[in-house]
């Protein structure tokens, strides 16, 4: 990094922190973040235990169960790293993040509650090391309405002001979503239903927290 990114960078950081709203949202958001993510363990291990409906999906049906975990993760955690690194150099993008994050999680975590689905069938176990504290180091199987892997993916595009960015994520959301339908881990619907759920929340978003931010995509 030369003189003048890290001096571009600084200033980036020093404009955000003067800011009294966006230094609200930061400090805010990370707090509720921080509750989530301890909630999370305690969350996952009540849905494992409880009954859930298995769907009938044509499309499951059709595609021979496969692991293929090490692909999903090397996509999503490559895509979080350019998220974090272009977040890193412009902090708006992480205040975004992190509130997207946040409404997501909390729409999930009722969806799930509101219809307790069982696991598809033929599933393939999905374990991430790197979130797995997270998870209470127990393999979840049913968070299941509206697919997190993919809803994360759109997150990060909905936060990425270059178009670039935003193709490169959009393109690895593809790949995802169909990758998880490969390892059976989501109905169809999990992986169609995020889209529309993530697009309508970032829509709320854009026109209360996010209405003065100078990118809104």
Same mark, same amino acid.
């Given at each position: 990094?030369?003189?003048?990114?890290?001096?571009?960078?600084?200033?980036?950081?020093?404009?955000?922190?003067?800011?009294?709203?966006?230094?609200?949202?930061?400090?805010?958001?990370?707090?509720?973040?921080?509750?989530?993510?301890?909630?999370?363990?305690?969350?996952?291990?009540?849905?494992?235990?409880?009954?859930?409906?298995?769907?009938?999906?044509?499309?499951?049906?059709?595609?021979?169960?496969?692991?293929?975990?090490?692909?999903?993760?090397?996509?999503?955690?490559?895509?979080?790293?350019?998220?974090?690194?272009?977040?890193?150099?412009?902090?708006?993008?992480?205040?975004?993040?992190?509130?997207?994050?946040?409404?997501?999680?909390?729409?999930?975590?009722?969806?799930?509650?509101?219809?307790?689905?069982?696991?598809? @069938?033929?599933?393939?176990?999905?374990?991430?090391?790197?979130?797995?504290?997270?998870?209470?180091?127990?393999?979840?199987?049913?968070?299941?309405?509206?697919?997190?892997?993919?809803?994360?993916?759109?997150?990060?595009?909905?936060?990425?002001?270059?178009?670039?960015?935003?193709?490169?994520?959009?393109? @690895?959301?593809?790949?995802?979503?169909?990758?998880?339908?490969?390892?059976?881990?989501?109905?169809?619907?999990?992986?169609?239903? @995020?889209?529309?759920?993530?697009?309508?929340?970032?829509?709320?978003?854009?026109?209360?927290?996010?209405?003065?931010?100078?990118?809104?995509?």
């Amino acid at each position: 990094m030369n003189r003048n990114n890290t001096i571009s960078l600084k200033q980036n950081w020093k404009a955000t922190w003067a800011s009294a709203s966006q230094r609200s949202l930061m400090l805010t958001g990370s707090a509720i973040v921080s509750v989530i993510l301890l909630a999370m363990p305690f969350f996952f291990q009540y849905i494992e235990r409880r009954p859930g409906v298995q769907l009938h999906d044509v499309v499951l049906a059709n595609i021979p169960a496969h692991d293929v975990s090490l692909y999903i993760f090397m996509i999503i955690w490559g895509m979080a790293g350019l998220t974090l690194f272009r977040a890193i150099q412009t902090p708006a993008i992480y205040v975004r993040y992190v509130w997207l994050y946040i409404v997501i999680c909390i729409t999930r975590m009722l969806t799930i509650l509101m219809v307790p689905l069982a696991a598809p @069938a033929g599933l393939v176990e999905l374990v991430d090391p790197l979130t797995g504290v997270f998870y209470g180091h127990t393999v979840i199987t049913k968070d299941l309405f509206y697919s997190g892997h993919t809803a994360s993916l759109l997150t990060m595009y909905f936060c990425l002001p270059k178009k670039s960015d935003r193709m490169l994520v959009l393109i @690895a959301t593809l790949i995802v979503g169909c990758l998880l339908l490969v390892q059976h881990v989501h109905y169809t619907i999990d992986v169609l239903a @995020a889209p529309v759920f993530v697009f309508l929340l970032n829509s709320i978003m854009k026109s209360t927290l996010f209405a003065n931010e100078k990118f809104n995509n």
